[in-house]
């Protein structure tokens, strides 16, 4: 278990402890909360990602020595921080013995994420220049949660934990004014469904005997990608496969949303 792991689950105890301390003392034990839901959510996603793209040629196909190598490699570290909306439609069913609940819940929707950012500079000892972009994308998110909670009569509080899923469209594009012809251009990406892992936890407040309002807070964590490509080409065509492009990319995610249950 390595330290980013620690810390979400420390942060997520963290705010199912405080969740519970809202709770209001005393309120009577209810089984309303046991069953069958259906619900929407709307919020905001925060990301977080950094790509890295690096380049190796050993045998000087193209590039005049390893010192222009080295600075496309600086260049290619980078940051991003795609941000955007995020909404859909939740169902889940809830067991109750007690104050004590225990539920499942599955969601899906959209979370618009996107982020892009160049970075390049003159190679040293020459004239000429590079550029490289990169850019994380992502328009939906699914997740399949367990959750444990404090029932009351009108208000619920819990912890949840389990599988993410996200359409992660990591791209990468290299231009410089160095090759034959006046210039090169290189691309690499990857797009795939990633999986990985969301915690965090909620407050519901009941509002009837069916409906309720809920706040939820979940970190994403949809781990590491990482691919290489060899298709440096010249303005001129001219092609260069001994030089190899390494790409590689993380997304992590903060969602803040708000919704709305109906209770069968």
Known sequence: MNRLTLKIGAVALALTAGLFALAP???????????????GNVGGAFGSSDPRTSVSDPTLSYYPDLITQGQVTTAGI?????NGVTGGGQIGYDFQHGHFLLGGEFDFGGMSLNSSKAAGATFTGYAFTFTVTQSMKTSWLMTARPRVGYAGKRVLVYGTGGLAATNLNYQEAY????????????NGGIKKTQTGF?????????????????????????????????????ISLATFPLAVFTHGANLHANIARAGINFRF
């Open 198 to 234: 969301a915690a965090g936890g909620g407050i519901e407040y009941k509002m009837g005997s069916h409906w309720s309002l809920k706040g939820e807070y979940l970190y994403a964590s949809f781990g590491n990608v990482k691919t290489t490509s060899t298709n440096l080409t010249g």
């Open 175 to 186: 231009v410089d004014t160095a090759g034959p012809g006046g210039g090169a251009t290189e």
């Open 78 to 82: 980078q940051h991003l921080g795609p």
């Open 25 to 39: 003392a005393g309120l009577a034990q209810d089984k309303d909360w046991k069953g069958f839901y259906v619900g």
